[in-house]
């Protein structure tokens, strides 16, 4: 089983700045076999469903909801099973608990780390 810790979340007035890491381990989990998936961040913001919010492949391709175009960043570091959201010019609109987890879902969810932008 693939437990998931989320850090780096905190208070940041609006324009603001953070950079969220989601660190994978597990028993007999490798970075060859974290470097298979999928991976993906997302957010769930007070009143609305989970959303996704950036993906990114194996192959270092990246996808981003609109919303977060040209503002944040996901990237990988398989050796260190590690997933990076860069997220710069922060809004009130990106407050939420942001959760990584495989593109498709498939492993438990960590407890999230929460982002509070607010002046």
């Known amino acids: 089983q693939v437990q998931l810790v989320e850090s780096g979340g905190g208070l940041v007035q609006p324009g603001g700045s953070l950079r969220l890491s989601c660190v994978a381990s597990?028993?007999?989990?490798?970075?060859?076999?974290?470097?298979?998936?999928?991976m993906a961040w997302y957010r769930k913001a007070p009143g609305k469903t989970r959303e996704l919010v950036a993906k990114?492949?194996?192959?270092?391709?990246?996808n981003y909801a609109d919303s977060v175009k040209g503002r944040f960043t996901i990237s990988r570091d398989n050796a260190l099973k590690t997933v990076y959201l860069q997220m710069n010019s922060l809004k009130p609109d990106d407050t939420a608990v942001y959760y990584c987890?495989?593109?498709?879902?498939?492993?438990?969810w960590g407890q999230g780390t929460q982002v509070t932008v607010s002046s």
């Open positions: 990114i492949t194996s192959g270092g391709h990246t």
């Open positions: 597990g028993t007999f989990f490798s970075g060859t076999f974290f470097r298979m998936y999928p």
């Open positions: 987890n495989t593109a498709s879902c498939g492993w438990s």
